[in-house]
């Protein structure tokens, strides 16, 4: 359902990406790891078509289509989701009325009927009590003051609103306690489904033991340098990068 | 910018933007004592009345428009302006509403303004200033049982001269400023409201204004006294048509609040701003201020302007009273060629007074936003507490935000608080927002929103919502 082909991305004339291919079929997990530097940052924002992120070469397929030519709101409005690592402040903006206006834009855009405050409220509840937050939630500013782990759970919250084809994680374990981590996992572990891919861009091993990957990637230099099972985390938890890195480079 | 509906929009964007033909009464244009005159007569107004407007003509001549504001605004030749503009209705005026002309209440039905019984539900009387006369006053029986007046000024000139002789001038004096003189010498019409002692006005009084005649200045007056113990809230909305020309508004409000009194004023200004390239649109130079003149007595001013060509505006408070309390929660946004020099002025006479000042600038295209306030603490002023905060945001890099924040404090006990930030919309909220689903406009709209909240909050419930619809409609096509 995603498929990344050699694909090249700048960052302010500064090559980033150097080829890198993923293919992501429903119902799959994949981690990304590798060192600081790598581009696994590019590559969430990259695809999400953040401005600045050029893509000189290669291809994004999702269900089928380029999406290379979507705007960032079409791209999202068509199943992709991006969790952020620093989930931006917006103050003065309720949470309740952010999350409503961002749902019923997409359903608008599928041509569905949108929902109102009350068919809201009840959706919305539901989901929160996965990912254990309070109602008091909906009534503060949009990330406002929020902590880093309050951030995370409402990237969550979001996700599971949004019920995406497929969800990029960037570092939603940084800054996480143990409980939050846990509570962040359930959540992605809810929306697990046969029709749902995820790429987990993730630092360390720790979030794999509660979201079990399908297949574990490393990214260096811009290109995914090795492939494996879940047991690649393991590995690399252990070794560290640089029997792969020194690989390549030989 | 992807958008091809942004051209389209842009034309459209101004949907107030439409003409009434009716037939007009209107002076030749020029000013001179015997326009003054004939402005008097066809009011029918009693003596003192034209003696108060020779006099402000008198002074009005000797005065120069001020200089200092940061407005870039074309010479105004004020013996081109027709200063009197009526709506031609049958001599005795209409009685009720199947006596209005009916091409008026078009006018108000697309405003959205409704002279109709359904909004009594809504608990809102309306006195609707359609050029310069008040075409009809809803709702006066009902504000009546509670000895509430609330009346064309040019009607309480007749009704209740005491008063009017008692108030009108003497919160913004005659030579308070050129606009405001000018006003004195030609005033057409306004709204006067009177809340008797203890009396909680039973609804929100509002009046919206509408410039429509060519070439006419709209010169309206309002007079705003609250007994002792009495509340009223009091909005007033304004559109007026796209024209070419420049029209000149330079309206005059003046609020007194006796001892435990408060009043409440909102205005959401949404004057045709004039297009693109600067052409046309209005120029709102308006005095506002109010008194609170007894002890425990409130002023609290919220202004939304959207529009205008110009605005030169500084809703003040002058705390004379001890425990009296002023409040000043403003949006201003500039977008397209427009300019706004605005901002309020709290004068602290008495003990232990206290104000607020919260200030959202918007620019956006080549707009031009400045606030400028003044905090002065008299000697007399023991234990005054200012707090200011002036946020201005940017959007584009064509547009400008000024502050020029003024303080004046001559009592040691003072605690004056000034807060100042300068933003531009982040790219950061933007894309969060847009990868949300929300498309590039909704997201700015969104983003502004949430920076005006604090002062949005301060209007009342169903015009904090126009006002944040108002804000959608006036970003759109703004930034790109």
């Not at chain 1, 790891?33 to 953040?50: D, E, Y």
């Not at chain 1, 949108?114 to 068919?119: L, N, P, T």
């Not at chain 2, 100042?420 to 969060?432: G, H, V």
């Not at chain 2, 909240?453 to 096509?477: D, H, I, N, T």
Request: one cysteine or more; proline letters at 4%; charged letters at 25%.
């Amino acid at each position: 359902m995603l498929t990344i082909n050699n694909l090249h991305v700048t960052v302010a004339d500064k090559p980033i990406l150097k080829g890198l291919n993923l293919e992501v079929k429903p119902g799959e997990v994949h981690a990304i790891m590798g060192p600081n530097g790598a581009g696994k940052s590019t590559l969430g924002n990259a695809l999400a078509g953040r401005e600045g992120y050029e893509i000189t070469d290669g291809e994004v397929l999702f269900n089928g289509g380029s999406i290379l030519d979507l705007s960032i709101e079409e791209r999202a409005q068509s199943g992709l989701f991006l969790a952020f690592q620093y989930p931006v402040e917006i103050p003065g903006v309720n949470n309740a009325y952010f999350l409503r206006a961002a749902l019923n834009a997409r359903l608008k855009a599928k041509g569905l009927e949108e929902v109102d405050a009350m068919q809201f409220m009840q959706l919305i509840k539901e989901k929160m009590k996965l990912v254990g937050m309070d109602k008091r939630f909906l009534s503060r500013e949009l990330n406002h003051g929020f902590s880093g782990g309050e951030k995370k759970r409402n990237e969550v919250l979001q996700m599971l609103l949004f019920e995406p084809a497929v969800a990029i994680l960037d570092e939603t374990d940084s800054g996480l306690d143990i409980d939050a981590l846990q509570m962040v996992s359930k959540g992605v572990n809810h929306l697990r489904s046969p029709e749902r891919g995820f790429v987990v861009i993730t630092h360390y091993q720790r979030l794999l033991n509660y979201i079990v990957p399908d297949f574990v990637h490393v990214l260096s230099d811009g290109k995914i340098i090795h492939s494996g099972d879940k047991t690649l985390a393991l590995e690399l938890e252990e070794k560290g990068y640089g029997w792969l890195t020194e690989g390549a480079a030989g | 910018m992807k958008n091809k509906e942004f051209t389209q929009r842009a034309q459209d964007d101004y949907e107030h933007g439409f003409v009434t033909n009716i037939e007009q009464e209107t002076l030749p244009p020029g000013l001179d004592e015997d326009v003054i005159r004939t402005i008097s007569r066809k009011k029918n107004e009693p003596e003192f009345m034209l003696e108060w407007r020779l006099e402000a003509f008198a002074k009005w001549q000797k005065m120069q428009p001020p200089q200092w504001p940061h407005l870039d605004i074309a010479p105004i030749d004020y013996q081109a302006i027709s200063y009197y503009a009526a709506p031609k209705s049958p001599e005795d005026g209409p009685q009720s509403l199947d006596e209005v002309d009916p091409e008026i209440l078009d006018t108000y039905n697309k405003l959205g303004i409704p002279l109709e019984e359904q909004k009594w539900l809504a608990g809102v009387a309306v006195d609707a200033v359609f050029d310069s006369v008040s075409v009809r006053t809803t709702f006066q029986e009902k504000l009546a049982e509670a000895g509430v007046i609330f009346c064309p000024i040019s009607e309480a000139v007749h009704k209740h001269p005491e008063l009017i002789q008692k108030y009108l001038g003497t919160v913004v004096p005659q030579q308070d400023n050129f606009y405001a003189c000018l006003n004195s010498a030609v005033f057409s019409d306004g709204s006067f409201v009177y809340i008797p002692k203890n009396t909680r006005c039973p609804m929100e009084l509002s009046t919206y204004f509408r410039i429509n005649a060519q070439n006419t200045g709209q010169f309206e007056r309002t007079l705003i006294v609250a007994d002792e113990g009495s509340y009223v809230s009091y909005l007033e909305g304004c559109t007026a048509p796209m024209r070419d020309e420049h029209q000149l508004h330079a309206a005059v409000v003046e609020l007194v609040a006796l001892k435990d009194a408060e009043i409440k004023y909102s205005t959401v200004q949404n004057w045709y701003p004039g297009d693109e390239n600067g052409k046309g649109g209005i120029y709102n130079f308006v005095t506002k201020r109010g008194a609170c003149r007894g002890t425990h007595s409130k002023i609290s001013w919220t202004q939304v302007e959207t529009g205008s060509a110009i605005t030169w505006k500084y809703p003040s408070v002058i705390l004379q009273g001890d425990h009296s309390v002023g409040e000043f929660y403003s949006v201003a946004l500039t977008s397209k060629c427009q300019q706004a020099d605005t901002g309020t002025k709290m004068i602290h006479l008495g003990k232990n007074t206290s104000s607020t000042i919260i200030s959202k600038g918007i620019s956006a295209a080549k707009g031009q936003n400045s606030y400028r306030g003044l905090v002065r603490v008299a000697p007399t002023a023991q234990n005054a507490r200012n707090f200011t905060q002036c946020d201005s945001l940017l959007l584009g890099n064509q547009c400008g935000a000024h502050t020029f924040p003024y303080i004046e404090v001559k009592e040691n006990s003072a605690v004056v608080e000034h807060e100042a930030t300068t933003s531009k919309i982040s790219d950061d909220q933007l894309f969060y927002c847009q990868q949300r689903g929300l498309g590039e406009e909704d997201a700015i709209a969104l983003i502004v929103n949430g920076f005006c909240k604090r002062v949005f909050k301060e209007l009342p419930m169903e015009f904090a919502v126009e006002a944040q619809k108002l804000m959608e409609v006036s970003l759109e096509g703004a930034v790109g």
